[in-house]
T-cell receptor, first 114, second 116 residues
Framework: GESVGLHLPTLSVQEGDNSIINCAYSNSASDYFIWYKQESGKGPQFIIDIRSNMDKRQGQRVTVLLNKTVKHLSLQIAATQPGDSAVYFC?????????????FGQGTTLQVKP | NAGVMQNPRHLVRRRGQEARLRCSPMKGHSHVYWYRQLPEEGLKFMVY????????ESGMPKERFSAEFPKEGPSILRIQQVVRGDSAAYFCASSPQSGLSDYGYTFGSGTRLTVV
């Protein structure tokens, strides 16, 4: 079916360590993926995106990896900081009608321990 | 340069009442999206609108829910005869075009609807 899901509901890391958040998607036709960060009481905030013609994209302290063979997406956060504590969602762009509709996963809570 | 503005931030309604949620897109944005987020869940697409047009309402419940984006003024998500299951956070997002550009689109801070 059409779904985007995350492997782990909660990830706890030590401040300064690297974090890896995983996501599986089911539609091989999806061509655009986004990671969002959502802090408590706020709306989703764009982190980084990647198109299906890429395997890797880097931003400031974040890297997104896309493995189309196994339909897997990951977000790597380097030197995790307390301010990174939030819920992280992957999303894929809806296919077919070009409406920009996004399909979100359920989210992974990242807890950063000082 | 204000972002996507949603109001009210919190809304409490009794069962059977109507809820009206407003969204003002970013300046220059003519595309609006509404999403609903239940507690401990991801966002679920509801509807996509351009000025005066509903483009995709595949995520809207068939009854009681409606949305509009008039030529002037904010986009409105209207829920009639609310029930407890409507309690959720409702997020609006806007983009300058149909969401195909980079950076996805910009979300507002949401309206948290509580039905009592």
């Amino acid at each position: 079916g059409e779904s985007v899901g995350l492997h782990l509901p909660t990830l706890s890391v030590q401040e300064g360590d690297n974090s890896i958040i995983n996501c599986a998607y089911s539609n091989s036709a999806s061509d655009y993926f986004i990671w969002y960060k959502q802090e408590s009481g706020k709306g989703p905030q764009f982190i980084i995106d990647i198109r299906s013609n890429m395997d890797k994209r880097q931003g400031q302290r974040v890297t997104v990896l896309l493995n189309k063979t196994v339909k897997h997406l990951s977000l790597q956060i380097a030197a995790t900081q307390p301010g990174d504590s939030a819920v992280y969602f992957c999303a894929e762009r809806g296919w077919g009608s070009n409406t920009g509709k996004l399909i979100f996963g359920q989210g992974t809570t990242l807890q950063v321990k000082p | 340069n204000a972002g996507v503005m949603q109001n009210p931030r919190h809304l409490v309604r009794r069962r059977g009442q109507e809820a009206r949620l407003r969204c003002s897109p970013m300046k220059g944005h003519s595309h609006v999206y509404w999403y609903r987020q239940l507690p401990e869940e991801g966002l679920k697409f509801m509807v996509y609108l351009q000025k005066e047009n509903i483009i995709d309402e595949s995520g809207m419940p068939k009854e009681r829910f409606s949305a509009e984006f008039p030529k002037e003024g904010p986009s409105i998500l209207r829920i009639q005869q609310v029930v407890r299951g409507d309690s959720a956070a409702y997020f609006c997002a806007s983009s300058p075009q149909s969401g195909l550009s980079d950076y996805g689109y910009t979300f507002g801070s949401g309206t948290r609807l509580t039905v009592v």
